[in-house]
């Protein structure tokens, strides 16, 4: 379709980009003037692709439309007009031009919060549910027909940076283009809007941000939270105006000590304390501020608003000075309107936006060995030699920030000095994690030698029930996902690093699922009960019968080098919701996320004893926990062989429960009837995503005759597009396999496919570049007694078989024809054989008409020798109970 955007912020630039990737003409951009010199991000994406870009400062005068600026918009023939942010008035005879007239993203749920500020009225009302929608432009404000609507829960502490990065920049992204899709293929709807609940409220601005201090903690919260970023909650105290940024709600009723802030007006003075600015409402409750804005426009932390400045101003040495005009460039090429960078040049008042803000972290972190700014640091640093000041203190350790104290203790052997074992101490906490190497001697050691193996259990064994199993735990579990949110970016880079996954899947499925899943189980906490039975009464007396269920104790929970994060997250999550404490086991070949989630559940304030690591291999540690008679519960994800062996030694150890999520051989089933161009990109994710390292991968594709040739056809040329390398790399598609001993198993795997006379179409060797990467493979003609046809290969090799037109209960039989069953696939647009082959399939998930699709509340789980118990859902908690039943008689 032909499409002209009109837009601008980077926002528009990613609805832009995803536009033209579906195939979409993008005949024009239309955005704002160059602001101090700078090209709005839209405007710099179309200009490298050649795309015709636009910038009227205005589309109309006076209420009528410009003739010259309507004339160049008709020139270009638009079918339709996206407007995915928009800040200029555009007239009708433009809006209506195209065949297809105009959609506009709107971030509310329309018809509330008509008009602009939507996202901080969301908050300002205190909003359970916030969202976006996608409508029909008309000659209102926000109030023509409804395509699409999209929403998320606000959750307590949201600003409007958090709800907007969270949910509606990427999910109103993905919305934009559903709604061209929609159109595109005549779907799209066209919902009228109700005028029951609608409301409209204007553009927030700084003179109407005041606070009204006599309404109760929550309602101050909700105001200042509203207008965080901008324009800014303030009131009038200590002389100046302050502007305050980062409210929280503060619901444990105790009062800190700290200095009081006289604020008229307010109910009580405010306390500054060593965590901020504690603020009460009418009500007696309280709230606590981060952030102070300074009537100057310098931003301190709340809790150093008595403090005096620095005094002292750093002398730099000649390396540091490099440094500073390393940054001073880094300014100027961010601020190019300004002719000098000099010391008093406020980076903001020279024409940065926030993005600069991003921008301007991310050079550092590139000029600066990977130091990590936060968006507040420069914030609170707005002049360049305050910036530099800021920067190199950070650089020599001087921040003043209190950090995390960790001892790391090494017990050295003959032929391991540093690896056999570390011991990771903080304060107040004992949380161990224990490094094991091959070498039988490291046992469960400390400095002093050998002790007693159970002593790690006995320190997750402390009483948890009065402690841990409360409602009042649920708040560490949302604060130890918005720690990973927070950590993102780091975690899916370790995880790169570590798992060979391509750092965008890894940001996107290997941590984003694993936020999910904690904020999911937390909310799952204070909601585990039991029942209430009728039974036969014992006359004449009477009886209550109830159950209870209870924590089962210390589970030991080993974990795959797959989605090392993800599955840890998996099992985790719902071990801790039921109240239990763990031992976690991460593969020996990919530890980092696991150690740098240790380190988080510490900072989320998670009691002594309840989350311990050891890394090490499976023979020593995984076999220990599996043996060990203080461990109730093994969770494990891994081989079938393994898994075997496992469930041995809990039944021999002390008949543990223990759940198994094994291996797999998952066939897809692809009909003649179905969505081609869907099923060939499915199955192609099917078997490649995660360069095929995934245990649900489509091990064996079961093509229908006619359709066989085209899609193997097009399935190798899509293939020969993928960008195999550096899985940091953002414009990766294949990273490297995870350790040289699997990128042989594929290669052997390959060989014997050849060998017994599948036909190999493409790829089946490893790349020609140092490392361990293995070319994207197909084979087709396999036949059901081929190896490749029986057996697992964990890898990026997509198994190809053939089954006679309208055989549907033949290739039933061959795709069950197998010892596994975690997953299987189907793909016809014929809603009667979709559902009768769902129910024959002999597996614990089935996908029809997509794959690889989870989700954290659908219980996750295989049949036969794929395993049984289940992760993920409600299902999964009771994984990690035990059900006690209570009768008494009156």
Avoid at 201 to 218: R, S
């Amino acid at each position: 379709m032909r499409i002209a955007i009109i837009g601008q912020s980077l926002f528009g630039q990613e609805v832009y980009s995803r536009l033209r990737k579906e195939g979409h003409q993008v005949v024009g951009v239309f955005t704002i003037p160059d602001k101090d010199g700078k090209a709005d991000p839209l405007a710099l994406e179309a200009e490298k692709d050649h795309v015709p870009v636009f910038k009227f400062p205005r589309w109309r005068l006076k209420g009528k439309a410009l003739p010259e600026v309507v004339e160049q918009y008709k020139s270009l023939g638009a079918q339709l007009n996206v407007l995915p942010f928009c800040s200029q008035f555009i007239p009708m005879e433009v809006i209506n031009a195209p065949e297809h007239g105009s959609i506009i993203y709107h971030p509310s749920l329309l018809p509330r919060h008509r008009g602009a500020s939507a996202i901080n009225w969301t908050l300002i009302h205190g909003d359970k549910k916030g969202g976006f929608t996608v409508f029909w432009a008309d000659d209102g404000l926000d109030t023509g027909d409804i395509l699409l609507q999209k929403e998320c829960d606000v959750l307590p502490d949201d600003t409007v940076s958090s709800l907007y990065n969270r949910f509606l920049f990427p999910e109103g992204v993905n919305g934009m283009v559903e709604a061209v899709r929609l159109i595109t293929e005549g779907k799209a709807p066209r919902i009228p809007q109700t005028e029951e609940g609608a409301t409209y409220e204007g553009i927030q601005k700084k003179e109407n941000a005041k606070i009204n201090w006599d309404q109760p903690a929550e309602a101050i919260h909700n105001w200042i939270r509203g207008n965080d970023k901008v324009p800014g909650a303030w009131t009038e105290a200590n002389g100046q105006m302050l502007t305050f940024f980062g409210s929280t709600l503060n619901d444990n009723g105790l009062v800190p000590e700290g200095d009081t802030l006289d604020i008229p007006g307010a109910s009580q003075p405010g306390i500054i304390t060593k965590v901020g600015l504690v603020l009460f409402g009418n009500d007696g409750k309280m709230l606590v501020v981060k952030n102070i804005q300074l009537e100057d426009g310098k931003m301190i932390p709340a809790c150093h608003f008595f403090k005096s400045a620095e005094s002292t101003t750093l002398e730099l040495t000649e390396e540091e000075l490099v440094t500073a005009e390393t940054i001073r460039d880094a300014w100027q090429r961010i601020l190019p309107n300004v002719a000098e960078i000099e010391s008093s040049t406020d980076f903001f008042k020279s024409g940065a936006a926030s993005v600069d803000v991003v921008r301007l972290i991310e050079e550092v972190k590139l000029q600066c060995n990977g130091l990590e700014l936060e968006n507040e640091d420069v914030y609170m640093a707005t002049t360049f030699g305050d910036f530099i000041q800021m920067l190199i203190r950070k650089l020599r350790g001087e921040d003043g920030e209190e950090e995390q104290a960790i001892d790391y203790v090494g017990k050295g052997t003959p032929r391991s000095p540093l690896s056999s074992s570390q011991i990771y101490d903080p304060p107040s906490r004992i949380l161990r994690l224990k490094m094991c190497d091959m070498d039988s001697s490291c046992g469960w050691a400390s400095k002093e030698g050998e002790i007693n193996r159970s002593e790690l259990l006995e320190e997750a064994s402390w009483k948890m029930w009065e402690k841990t199993w409360t409602r009042k735990m649920e708040k560490t579990r949302w604060r130890l996902a918005d720690l990973m949110e927070e950590h993102q970016e780091e975690l899916a880079t370790i995880e790169a690093i570590d798992s060979g996954a391509v750092y965008t899947l890894a940001l996107k499925t290997h941590v984003g699922m694993s936020i999910q899943t904690f904020r999911y189980f937390a909310g799952w906490c204070d909601k585990i009960q039991g029942t209430t039975i009728p039974i036969n009464q014992a006359r004449p007396n009477r009886n209550l019968t109830f159950t209870k269920k209870e924590p089962v104790g210390v589970c030991g929970i080993v974990i795959p080098w797959n989605y090392p994060l993800m599955m840890l997250s998996w099992k985790t999550a719902a071990c801790l919701a039921a109240g239990n404490t763990l031992v976690i086991k991460p593969a020996q070949v990919t530890p980092l996320t696991a150690l740098k989630f240790a380190e988080l559940t510490v900072k989320a304030g998670i009691p002594k004893g309840v989350v311990n690591v050891l890394p090490g291999s499976g023979s020593l540690v995984g076999q220990r926990l599996s043996d060990h008679p203080d461990v109730r519960k093994i969770g494990f994800t891994g081989s079938t062989e393994i898994g075997k062996h496992i469930m041995k030694s809990c039944a021999l150890s002390n008949v543990k429960k223990v759940s198994l999520e094994l291996g797999g051989k998952s066939p897809l089933i692809i009909f003649a009837d179905c969505d081609l161009s869907k099923a060939i990109q499915m199955g192609m994710s099917s078997v490649f995503f995660n360069k095929g390292e995934n245990c649900i991968a489509a091990g064996r594709l079961f093509l229908e005759n006619s359709i066989h040739d085209q899609f193997v056809q097009k399935v190798v040329e899509e293939v020969k597009k993928l960008k195999i390398g550096d899985p940091l790399d953002r414009a990766t598609n294949h990273g490297p396999q995870n350790h040289h001993a699997h990128l042989q198993k594929l290669i052997e795997y390959c060989q014997k496919g050849v060998k017994e006379g599948a036909t190999l179409v493409y790829g089946g060797k490893q790349v020609s570049r140092p490392g361990f990467f293995f070319e994207p493979t197909i084979f087709t003609n396999v036949e059901d007694h081929m190896f490749v046809a029986q057996e697992e290969s964990f890898g990026p090799i997509m198994i190809i078989s053939r089954f006679p037109d309208g055989d549907i209960d033949g290739v039933l039989q061959r795709a069950n024809a197998t010892e596994f069953g975690l997953a299987s696939g189907v793909f016809t647009q014929n809603i009667n054989k979709a559902l009768y082959v769902s129910d024959k399939l002999q597996a614990g998930t089935v996908f029809i008409n997509t794959y690889n699709k989870t989700d954290v509340a659908a219980p996750f789980g295989g049949f036969k020798q794929s395993g049984f118990g289940k992760d993920l859902g409600e299902a999964a908690l009771n994984e990690y109970l035990k059900i006690k039943t209570v009768t008494f008689e009156y």
